[in-house]
């Protein structure tokens, strides 16, 4: 038999193209696509499955032959470089969605990074660049992605951000990136409260382990990934597939009394003791 690790989800692939379209005439930037196997994609294509128009962004020149053919394969009309450390890239990027759409509906914030001696050893040792690197990459550029989003929401929209489960409890060799996705998940429930009168609402996404360029970074993630597929209550790992229709339903008006949450999609893993 299949180890739960490789074992196919019971949504089949034919299934999960046939999203209903009711994210028809939204408008989507989806920022963190680094290849095929990201989350962001995930996201990215089932909202376009659902009818969304797509914004995706690549990290820089080495990035892009890896994201390039997945904009393509969104139809994606807008499609920029953006370093979020760089304002000018940002500014860039907002421009371009204000000229071309003059809106914007949904947010897809899918970046994490910290550096690998950031991640080495333990929290109570973590340097200050790294954790500021940490800090500004995974936390405070939703922030400031949200900032500049906020104005072409003027009729409200949905803002997501991707967490972990080590936000809310200790995983062994997730070291600093733990205090970083607190923090994150924290800014979501403030954001939410301070947006929600404009009709925006705001929310985190916490999936399950997943095989990603980011989580190549964390030591012994495959032993993790095999212990989540073996004792969640789902038996499995879940798909980027299903993350990406996750944020379908929180940005359509099937989600549109949500906000502020932390939403697990991870077969239930998060449930156990």
Same mark, same amino acid.
């Given at each position: 038999m299949p180890s739960p690790l490789n074992s196919e989800p019971p949504l089949s692939e034919a299934r999960e193209r046939r999203l209903p379209p009711v994210l028809t005439g939204r408008k989507a930037l989806v920022v963190g696509v680094a290849n095929d196997r990201s989350i962001a994609w995930g996201c990215?294509?089932?909202?376009?499955? /659902?009818?969304? *128009?797509?914004?995706?962004?690549?990290?820089?020149?080495?990035?892009? &032959?890896?994201v390039e053919p997945l904009a393509r394969q969104v139809e994606a009309p807008i499609f920029l470089p953006l370093e979020v450390r760089d304002p000018a890239q940002?500014?860039? %990027? +907002?421009?371009?969605?204000? /000229?071309?759409?003059?809106?914007?509906? %949904?947010?897809?914030?899918?970046?994490? +990074?910290? &550096?690998? *001696? /950031?991640?080495?050893?333990?929290?109570?040792?973590? &340097?200050?660049?790294? +954790?500021?690197?940490?800090? *500004?990459?995974?936390?405070?550029?939703?922030?400031?992605? /949200?900032?500049r989003a906020e104005p072409l929401m003027a009729e409200g929209?949905?803002?997501?951000?991707?967490?972990?489960?080590?936000? =809310?409890?200790?995983?062994? =060799?997730?070291?600093?990136?733990?205090? %970083?996705?607190?923090?994150?998940?924290?800014?979501?429930r403030y954001m939410a409260t301070e947006l929600g009168a404009k009709g925006i609402r705001v929310h985190a996404v916490s999936p399950g382990p997943l095989a990603t360029r980011a989580a190549s970074g964390i030591r012994d993630f495959d032993e993790l990934m095999e212990k989540v597929a073996s004792r969640a209550p789902a038996r499995r790992l879940v798909t980027i597939e299903e993350v990406g229709a996750a944020? %379908? +339903?929180?940005?359509? &008006?099937?989600?549109?009394?949500?906000?502020? *949450?932390?939403?697990?999609?991870?077969?239930?893993y998060h449930i156990l003791g």
């Amino acid at each position: 038999m299949p180890s739960p690790l490789n074992s196919e989800p019971p949504l089949s692939e034919a299934r999960e193209r046939r999203l209903p379209p009711v994210l028809t005439g939204r408008k989507a930037l989806v920022v963190g696509v680094a290849n095929d196997r990201s989350i962001a994609w995930g996201c990215a294509a089932a909202m376009r499955r /659902a009818g969304a *128009e797509i914004a995706m962004t690549y990290l820089n020149d080495k990035a892009r &032959p890896h994201v390039e053919p997945l904009a393509r394969q969104v139809e994606a009309p807008i499609f920029l470089p953006l370093e979020v450390r760089d304002p000018a890239q940002l500014d860039a %990027v +907002f421009d371009v969605i204000k /000229a071309r759409w003059g809106r914007l509906d %949904v947010l897809v914030h899918s970046i994490a +990074f910290a &550096p690998r *001696e /950031a991640l080495a050893g333990r929290v109570t040792d973590c &340097p200050r660049d790294g +954790f500021l690197t940490a800090m *500004e990459v995974s936390c405070w550029s939703f922030l400031d992605l /949200a900032r500049r989003a906020e104005p072409l929401m003027a009729e409200g929209g949905t803002m997501m951000t991707m967490s972990y489960l080590g936000a =809310n409890e200790v995983i062994e =060799n997730y070291g600093i990136m733990g205090p %970083v996705k607190a923090a994150l998940e924290s800014a979501v429930r403030y954001m939410a409260t301070e947006l929600g009168a404009k009709g925006i609402r705001v929310h985190a996404v916490s999936p399950g382990p997943l095989a990603t360029r980011a989580a190549s970074g964390i030591r012994d993630f495959d032993e993790l990934m095999e212990k989540v597929a073996s004792r969640a209550p789902a038996r499995r790992l879940v798909t980027i597939e299903e993350v990406g229709a996750a944020c %379908v +339903f929180l940005a359509c &008006p099937y989600g549109a009394a949500m906000t502020g *949450e932390t939403l697990y999609i991870d077969g239930g893993y998060h449930i156990l003791g």
